[in-house]
C-alpha cells in the first residue's frame, strides 16, 4: 500500500518551491504519495495533491484558525504515515492539527526560530514558548544551525523523539560546478565596466536582508572602481535606488531584480557581500561559498556556522565602516581572494544536495522507524 506524507508551509512561492522541491521528488521516487499544504500562491512541482488553506503569517492573524479547522478536515480525510511541517506558522498550525487528530510521526524542521540571541523580548517570550508548548507533539525537529540546535535540545518532545542537526536544505553543488561563464560578456549584458571589482549582494529586498549597509559599505570604499550589484526584488527596491541616488553612487549600484541566473552572476563576481540581520544558514551564502567567492557577512546565526578566517570575514550589520574596510583590503589582495575562495569551496562540500538528501532520508527512517 502506498505511503502517505503530508508536507505544509505558510507558502509555496517563498518556501516550498524555493527549498524542498527535491524532497517532494525524493519521496515520489521512493513511491510516496506527497500532498502539499500551503496558502496556495503557487503550483508545486511533483506534489501528488495540493490543498490551499488560510494560513497567514502572523500569529495573530484569526485566519489560522480557519487553517487548524482546515488541516483538520485534509488529516481524517487522508489518513497520512508521515507530517513534515516549515516555517513559523506552518508549524503551529499543522502540529496543532496532527494532534487533534492523532496523526503521526510529525517532524519539524525549523528554518530559523524567532527567538535567536539579540532578538526583541517579544519574540523571546512568545516564539520560544509556543515552540516549547508544540515540542510536546512534535517527534522530530531538525534544526539548521548551532544556536537553534542547542535552544531545541532543551525542549521536552513528545516520547522517544529527537533534536537533529541538519546542514541546511542542501546546495546543487553539480549545478553550480557546472555553471562556467565569460566575465567580460557577463558584465556587458549587466552594463558593469570591464575593469570593475564586482561586489555581490543576493536577497530579497526587506529590512531583514539589510542592503542598506551593503549600499552604506560602497559609498565609503576608497577605490570607485567597486561596483556593488545587488540581485532580488522587494519591498525596498524604491528606497534602496533612492538610497544609492542620496549617496551620490548610483552608478556604482546595479539592481538586477529577480535573476535566473545567479550562479553565473557569482562566477563574475570577485567578492560576496551578506550583511542580513536574522538568518537560519543562508542559501545564498552557501552558493556563493561553492561559487568560490570570498564572504563578507554579518556576524550573527547562521552565518556564523558557515564563515570563518579561512573563508572570509564576520562583521556587525551596522559597522559599514569595517564592511568597506575589507571590501578595500580584498580588492588590494587578489592573492586573498583566490585563498579564501579555495577554502569556501572545499568547505562548501559539507552542504552538498546530494549529502543532505541523504541525511533527510536517514533522519525520516528513524523517526518513521521504516525505510522510505
Not at 134 to 158: P, V, W
Not at 290 to 318: E, F, K, T
Request: with cysteine; glycine share 6%; charged share 25%.
Amino acid at each position: 500500500m502506498c505511503k502517505k506524507v503530508l508536507i505544509a508551509a505558510t507558502t509555496a512561492k517563498g518556501h516550498i518551491n524555493v527549498f524542498h522541491v527535491p524532497y517532494i521528488k525524493m519521496f515520489r521516487e521512493k513511491g510516496w504519495t506527497v500532498d502539499v499544504v500551503t496558502n496556495g500562491d503557487e503550483k508545486v512541482p511533483f506534489a501528488s495533491n495540493e490543498y490551499s488553506i488560510s494560513i497567514k503569517r502572523s500569529p495573530f492573524s484569526i485566519s489560522n484558525i480557519f487553517a487548524i479547522i482546515q488541516l483538520i478536515r485534509i488529516m481524517q480525510k487522508n489518513k497520512y504515515d508521515l507530517v513534515m511541517c516549515h516555517t513559523p506558522m506552518g508549524g503551529v498550525v499543522t502540529r496543532i492539527a496532527a494532534y487533534i487528530t492523532k496523526t503521526k510521526p510529525v517532524i519539524y524542521m525549523a528554518h530559523g526560530f524567532h527567538f535567536y540571541k539579540g532578538a526583541p523580548f517579544i519574540n523571546a517570550f512568545l516564539f520560544k514558548n509556543i515552540e516549547k508548548i508544540l515540542a510536546h507533539c512534535t517527534d522530530g525537529l531538525i534544526t539548521i544551525n548551532k544556536e537553534d540546535y542547542e535552544a531545541a535540545k532543551k525542549f521536552k518532545l513528545r516520547k522517544n523523539g529527537k533534536v537533529y542537526l541538519l546542514s541546511g536544505i542542501g546546495t546543487d553543488l553539480d549545478r553550480i560546478k557546472n555553471t562556467n561563464i565569460d566575465v567580460l560578456s557577463k558584465k556587458r549584458e549587466l552594463g558593469i565596466p570591464e575593469n570593475a571589482f564586482v561586489v555581490l549582494n543576493v536577497g530579497e529586498l526587506i529590512d531583514r536582508k539589510n542592503q542598506d549597509s551593503a549600499i552604506k559599505a560602497i559609498s565609503k570604499c576608497k577605490n570607485k572602481n567597486i561596483i556593488l550589484v545587488i540581485c532580488g526584488r522587494g519591498v525596498n527596491d524604491c528606497k534602496l535606488k533612492k538610497l544609492s541616488k542620496d549617496l551620490n553612487i548610483e552608478e556604482r549600484i546595479i539592481f538586477c531584480g529577480f535573476r535566473k541566473d545567479v550562479y553565473e552572476i557569482m562566477k563574475m563576481a570577485d567578492v560576496f557581500l551578506f550583511p542580513s540581520f536574522q538568518e537560519g544558514l543562508p542559501v545564498s551564502v552557501m552558493e556563493a561559498m561553492a561559487s568560490g567567492l570570498p564572504i563578507i557577512c554579518s556576524d550573527i546565526r547562521g552565518n556564523r556556522d558557515l564563515i570563518n578566517n579561512n573563508g572570509g570575514y564576520l562583521v556587525n550589520p551596522l559597522d559599514v565602516e569595517k564592511m568597506s574596510y575589507y571590501i578595500d583590503f580584498l580588492y588590494q589582495n587578489p592573492n586573498l581572494i583566490k585563498l579564501f575562495g579555495e577554502y569556501n569551496k572545499k568547505e562548501s562540500e559539507k552542504y552538498d544536495l546530494k549529502k543532505v538528501i541523504l541525511n533527510m532520508q536517514s533522519i525520516i527512517e528513524e523517526i518513521t522507524g521504516n525505510c522510505i
